[in-house]
């Protein structure tokens, strides 16, 4: 019998290592100066990372880097290396099991680059937050200096960078179907998603002296295999236009070496049995053990031609993302295959304490000194209470990474990073910044029956609608709040993490310990859109739940004696947004009285199901075929730039656009003055004053303007013109004086607009 409800090993139950008798390090080292202070000869593993090292648990190379110290492993960072030779990648020598490659806590091109494409000038990852301290597609390039530095160590990669893109992926910034990057980087094994698990398992496996082409089946990786292995069934899901009538496939994978007998032998090497192969549609006939099923993916040379083809492999990909049933996929690449095991089981609660309780020194690594590092400044005080999000936003990439099964920290190992945070954080005023991580209210939320999430392939627990199965029980976040603040020494605690509301309204007694004691005034929400055509392709609930949170927020809001307001937030030209959604969207939000400051435009992020609509034009949250649902994506820069001015309807810089918009989409109605009216008529638009001024002291010309102020070679050719006009007597006009010789007064120079 198939047990359906997936466990693991205890993350914590690994013997330790022969070097746990060096203890645990201040910090991690960084320079051989302080490996030899540490008095280690060599590190075991090397993790290196496009951020700034901060010893703290929001940083990724922190949390494995102290995990795999309390294992008794020996762990160097190298952090922001100067990636343009291989001499920081020596810094440390040579790792004795492997290095661990990270573009850090935010993919790098995202990092870099704005929606528009535009270079940003900061990063927050970086002292004093200075931009380009990274390299693009910094995965591939760290891993390859890796190599040429050290040929024989064996590289892993990880990180949200690389776990984006574990198989052939839409790439916004080139335009283009990229391969996998685990090709690309030539690294030996990719980790994808919060990678404890996986990266206990590989180095645990490694130190015992098993090479990394030994570890094919290690939840939470993927690797290169030059063959399927042996002993599985293959689901053939490469089409979308299969024929009515499907017979068996015969396997091209089926191979009997030479001497063997042709019945099966129990005896028989399972890399050598024969595979057999299903076409996708004939798979719900067979009841398949999913430890020995694989789904083959169409080809990366097939994605990256065929947009309806790679619509229908992300939509194969996030069904496969439930770790208690998904199944391994495979991918050819030219003639390697890219083998993705499935998602590691979730980390239970005490494991996820004893993640978080480990010995983070809190701050930045004090080689910085006093260096500024925003992202470190912005979280410092924060405290993560869970990972996970069940969510299923198309535009997110969260689920892709953390998965969606929620994974909770206990009450007292949270108030327990209180106390750290009160006698680590140089300081501290009490303040707690926010109680959260990918939302605030998913703590301790998840599915009610073991035996129906190990089946569920839902892409969202709330939408369309909340699933009864779901618990929404807010109670335990509750408890927490009033025991965080019943803390000495904490005077305030925020949540600034988003919330889902559609949740929330579901237990009124947490929206109203929220709105009395956690609002500083100003609450973050995110409705995204409100026509329902574009919030079906984001996964969003509708602008009635909105409401209904929006009444309840008001409510107790008067009732704590608060004046306190919601922060809607907004995306344009997502897929599936039409110019008049957008202009829906603006009328709704100025009947509100909104004037959106920051607004954003969709960014296709690699692997989401929103980048998949975006790319391929069509609509991965149903079957898709070559004559399934179109989306319309709004692609075009202009048109981009139009949906965004939608939302900051209010901003005088985007009247005129938006006006040549609704002409064009025969709404003129909406152009001119009152409150019925979106844009205002040109007459309203900024003009530039003409009004003549007094001339100032050493001017010739009253204009104030600083760009007309006279410079001293302005100065200089103007009493050169004025003894030129002095000496011509003839026509007498230059000097204003009038030709009957009469004294007149003068008159004022007249004013050329600039």
Known sequence: MIKRHKTAKQLFSYPLYWAECYGVSPFLPTTREEMDA????????????????????????????????????????????????????????????????????????INRYTADLKVRNDDAYTPYGVGG????????????????????????????????????????????????????????????????RAIMEVTHEMAMGKTLN?????????????????????????????????????????????GKCQTKDDS???????????????????????????IRLPSFEKVSKDPVLYAHTSRILHLESNPHNARALIQKHGKKEIWVNPPPIPLETPE????????????????????????????????NIMRGCFGGCTFCSITEHEGRVIQSRSHESILSEIEDIKAKVPGFT????????????????????????????KLSCVYPTICSNLNTDHSPTTQLYRKTRAVEGIHTVSIASGLRYDLAVEDPEYVRELVTHHVGGLLKIAPEHSEQGTLSKMMKPGMGTYDRFKRMFDKYSKEAGKKQHLIPYFIAAHPGSSDEDMMNLALWLKTNDFKPDQVQTFYPSPMSLATAMYHSGKNPLKPVTYKSEDVYTPKDAKQRTVQKGFLRYHDANNWKDLRNTLIQMGRADLIGNGANKLVPSADKDIQTPRRPKNAKPGQTTGASHTSNRPTMAKNAANEKARAKRNNNTATGRASGTPTNGNTAKRRKPKIKSR
């Open 268 to 294: 028989e090497d399972s890399d050598v049995m024969p595979i057999r192969v299903i076409p996708a549609p004939l798979r719900r006939g067979e009841k398949l053990d999913p430890d020995k099923t694989y």
């Open 133 to 196: 301290k990274r390299p693009d597609r910094a995965v591939i390039v760290y891993s390859q200096r890796c190599k040429e530095a050290f040929q024989d160590v064996p590289v892993m990669v990880g990180g949200i960078e690389a776990s984006l893109r574990r198989i052939a992926q839409y790439d916004y910034w080139s335009d283009e179907v990229r391969r996998s990057v685990l090709i690309d980087s030539t690294a030996d094994i990719l980790l994808y998603g919060n990678a404890e």
């Open 430 to 457: 009490g303040h707690i910044s926010d109680l959260g991580g990918p939302t605030s209210n998913m703590y301790t939320l998840n599915c009610n029956d073991d035996e129906v999430q190990a089946s569920c392939r």
């Open 38 to 109: 540490l008095g280690w000869d060599s590190c075991d593993v090397i993790i290196v990372t496009g951020d700034a090292y901060v010893d703290h648990p929001s940083f990724g190379m922190a949390v494995l880097g102290r995990l795999l110290e309390a294992q008794g492993y020996r762990v160097g960072i190298i952090d922001q290396p100067d990636w343009r030779n291989t001499d920081d990648f020596m810094r440390l020598g040579r790792p004795n099991l492997y290095f661990g490659v990270t573009a850090g806590n935010m993919d790098s091109l």
């Open 214 to 258: 030994e570890l094919t089946n290690i939840r939470g990786t993927t690797i290169v295999r030059d063959t399927p292995p042996g002993g599985y069934t293959e689901i053939d899901s490469t089409r979308v236009d299969w024929p009515g009538k499907i017979d068996k496939i015969y396997s091209p994978y089926e191979y009997i070496p030479e």
């Open 352 to 383: 996820m304490d004893g993640v978080f309780d480990l010995p983070y020194a809190r701050v930045p690594h004090p080689k910085y000194k006093k260096a500024r590092i925003p992202a470190y400044d912005m979280i410092k005080t924060s405290i």
